[in-house]
């Protein structure tokens, strides 16, 4: 499951991932993976993936992490700013765009595949 998490600087993209995995069950820290790029996570029987792109350059350095080989139809991948790697990235199933309002976020979710739309029920 690929879901793309999209937003300005601030929208809430880490947070609303700290909030689905403590929804979860995840006990543990859950901190921006802004300079690392990637944090991984088990929570509820299931590998997550958390990738922040922000900081991605070129794709001689996702190459180079071997964040392709994540990519092995086994985790379930929360992808912030996706466009840094929209080349070499999987489809979304599902995206989440944010957006900050006056007061509070504002959250618009698609569904772009079979799975995207049956997950997207489950909401």
């Known amino acids: 499951m690929v879901v793309y998490l999209r937003g300005d600087l601030g929208a809430g993209k880490t947070t609303l991932v700290r909030g689905m ?9 859950v901190k ?3 300079y690392t790029l990637l944090e991984p996570y088990r929570a509820a029987g299931m590998d997550l993936r958390h990738f922040d ?6 794709e001689e350095e996702w190459e180079a992490a071997g964040f392709r ?21 999987p489809r979304a199933d599902m995206e989440i765009m944010l957006e900050i309002l006056p007061q509070g976020r504002q959250a618009e979710i698609r569904a772009n595949t079979e799975m995207g739309k049956r997950c997207l029920e489950q909401l």
């Open 21 to 29: 995995l403590n929804a979860l069950g995840y006990t543990g820290r």
């Open 32 to 34: 921006s993976p802004t």
């Open 53 to 58: 792109l922000y900081r991605l350059h070129d």
């Open 69 to 89: 080989d994540e990519f092995d139809g086994q985790n379930i991948f929360l992808i912030e700013w996706p466009d840094k790697a929209q080349d070499f990235l």
